[in-house]
């Protein structure tokens, strides 16, 4: 299934977004609060980390940009659903349900 894929999906400008009524909590880094008129904390809604992007980007115009790359989390973007980390639960295709917080960090580099 694909980044925009969904069996309960409808259509908006070409991109398929769940229909799923069920919002989920997500948290958004200052480094991306532009995007999401300064918010910290907004819903989405969808039954997988990819839907929930997808509902993301309809709803913020280009943030779906900076969490993903050729249709994959970007390398220095850690996502977590319930503080668990998405590379261990299956990626784009971790399941998701309304009762989650999904939290998305921008990686740190230095020394």
């Given amino acids: 299934m694909g980044l925009l894929d969904g069996a309960n999906a409808g259509t908006k400008e070409g991109i398929k977004v769940p229909n799923n009524e069920v919002n989920i909590e997500v948290r958004i880094p200052t480094i991306l609060r532009p995007y999401t008129k300064d918010q910290k904390l907004v819903s989405a809604k969808g039954s997988t980390l990819s839907e ?20 994959e989390l970007r390398k220095f973007i850690n996502v977590y659903i319930n503080d668990e980390d998405v590379r ?23 020394g």
Wanted: glycine residues 16%; charged residues 20%.
């Fill in 52 to 71: 929930v992007i997808a509902d993301l980007d309809l709803n913020y115009r280009g943030l779906g940009d900076r969490l993903l790359e050729n249709g």
């Fill in 88 to 110: 261990f639960t299956g990626g784009l295709d971790s399941p998701t349900k309304g009762a989650d917080s999904i939290t998305i960090l921008p990686a740190v580099a230095g």
